[in-house]
């Protein structure tokens, strides 16, 4: 399906990364790179980025979050603090500005993870809604965000674990916002057949 890039909805995205230390300068934060070259490359829309840079301090998650969702970004992805270390306070900043949880997302995060680590069980990362904002936590590793998002694949590039991004867009859709095109080159998105939208001439 092709179309020309004016075709496709413009999206606001909101990219935080929590971090006590990068946020102060201890060491250059790779969250947000990350994840801005990883939905780069994956989505065909125009893409306006909301950066955020912020401590691992549950108010001020929260407050971003709040601040995200309020300035139009129909995505938010965070990075960072969502383990079982006292000051890993991500999901409980996000649950608590929650309208809907949407817990199949951070089962599935764990369930790539897995493949991996077997501490991935400690990873506590969840998805909620806000409004007309699905808002995700991602863990804390460039490596581990493009697994999450893209899932797994075999050497012939076939898929054998779905990435959480395949479902992203139809979520999206669900809650009222843009339609988000992907690249199946980069992640292969579902939509049932009733969802799908014309290719405009």
């Known amino acids: ?48 980025f909301e950066e955020r840079l912020i401590p691992d301090e549950q108010a001020h ?53 897995l493949k991996f680590v077997p501490t991935a069980i400690l990873s506590r990362q969840c998805a909620v809604i806000r409004d007309k904002s699905l808002i995700l936590n991602l863990p804390g590793q460039p490596k581990s965000i493009q697994e999450t998002l893209e899932g797994l694949k075999n050497e012939a590039g076939e898929s054998v674990v779905p990435g959480i991004f395949a479902a992203v867009p139809y979520c999206i859709d669900l809650i009222g916002g843009p339609y988000l095109e992907a690249d199946p080159a980069v992640c292969k998105v579902f939509r049932p057949k009733s969802a799908i939208r014309t290719p405009a001439p």
């Open 1 to 48: 399906m092709s179309q020309a890039l004016e075709a496709f909805d413009a999206v606001k995205i909101g990219i935080v990364s929590v971090s006590d230390r990068a946020s102060s300068g201890v060491y250059v934060d790779k969250g947000l790179p990350a994840l801005k070259d990883w939905l780069t490359r994956a989505l065909r829309n125009p893409i306006t």
């Open 61 to 113: 998650i929260s407050t971003t979050l709040i601040e995200l969702v309020g300035a139009g970004c129909s995505l938010v992805l965070t990075t960072g603090g969502t383990g079982p270390a006292l000051r890993d306070v991500t999901p409980e900043a996000t649950l608590a500005v929650a309208h809907k949880e949407m817990p199949g997302f951070g089962e599935q995060m764990r369930q790539i993870s």
